[in-house]
């Protein structure tokens, strides 16, 4: 009776046991989650305004005006010059298909759009036309860090990062992956600089940086690979056309043909 008792007593306490460990390994779930929540919940989702598909700047006056600029006032840019950026950028052209801005070999899209901002750092999301807030704190500066303390990158208004990941390119392109990945880097970050002239603002392609920096700036794998960074912002020196002025030189211009 005694050795029943003492078994039976033995038994419980390891129930009792076995039924904290679970208690308490089920109790986490429903604690850490509570902390990301609370943390995702003061990011914000920029919805961004349709972008603008006629503008006062002709495509030749753009191109003719595009210059590297690297003095920039501190001025930040707004919602709607960001979503222009980013369209131009990566946007979405055919929503059937999902077709963007920039041509991709086979239709892959191995380039992702970064925003850094004095607002935080944000990710473009073509297919929803919106920025996703990743940080709210203001990385330009260590960013400039990243890029051998170039002044234009903590200047700008506004730091675009172009990244990409030639996983998705491989199993159609094998060893030509990487290549097509750079080459649709150099359309987009020509389509973001024409761009920014037509919106008056100024930019520079910089890829001079410590590529392992960017990735941890941005908390991602080395599975991504940083190909530009994209300072855009208002041009420091006087004289800057803005999208008026060169809407009166080509009518200038379209004038003096016809004479």
Not at 1 to 13: D, E, F, G, Q
Not at 45 to 61: C, D, H, K, S, Y
Not at 173 to 202: C, D, P, W
Request: hydrophobic share 40%.
């Amino acid at each position: 009776m005694t050795v029943h008792k003492t078994l039976h007593s033995s038994a419980l306490r390891r129930i009792a046991r076995s039924a904290l460990v679970v208690l308490t390994v089920a109790a986490l779930p429903t604690i850490c989650p509570a902390v990301g929540n609370r943390r995702a919940a003061q990011l914000k989702t920029i919805q961004l305004a349709a972008p603008r598909l006629t503008g006062p700047v002709a495509l030749e006056q753009a191109i003719s005006k595009r210059r590297s600029i690297r003095e920039f006032i501190n001025k930040p840019l707004d919602y709607v010059q960001l979503g222009q950026l980013a369209w131009a950028g990566q946007g979405i052209t055919e929503k059937q298909k999902g077709l963007r801005t920039a041509p991709s070999a086979g239709a892959t899209y191995p380039i992702t759009l970064y925003f850094a901002t004095q607002d935080g750092l944000f990710v473009y999301q073509p297919r929803e036309h919106r920025l996703q807030q990743l940080q709210s704190g203001d990385i330009r500066v260590r960013l400039a860090g990243a890029a051998f303390k170039q002044k234009a990158v903590a200047d700008a208004g506004c730091d675009i990062i172009l990244t990409g990941s030639s996983r998705n390119l491989r199993t159609k392109f094998a060893n030509k992956s990487r290549t097509y990945m750079l080459l649709e880097a150099g359309h987009i970050a020509q389509n973001i600089q024409l761009q920014a002239v037509a919106l008056g603002l100024g930019s520079v392609t910089i890829g001079g940086f410590e590529a392992r920096s960017i990735l941890k700036l941005l908390h991602r794998g080395t599975d991504y690979e940083p190909v530009y960074i994209i300072p855009v912002g208002y041009p420091a020196e006087q004289g800057a056309t803005t999208p008026e002025e060169l809407k009166q030189n080509q009518t200038k211009s379209e004038a003096g043909m016809q004479k």
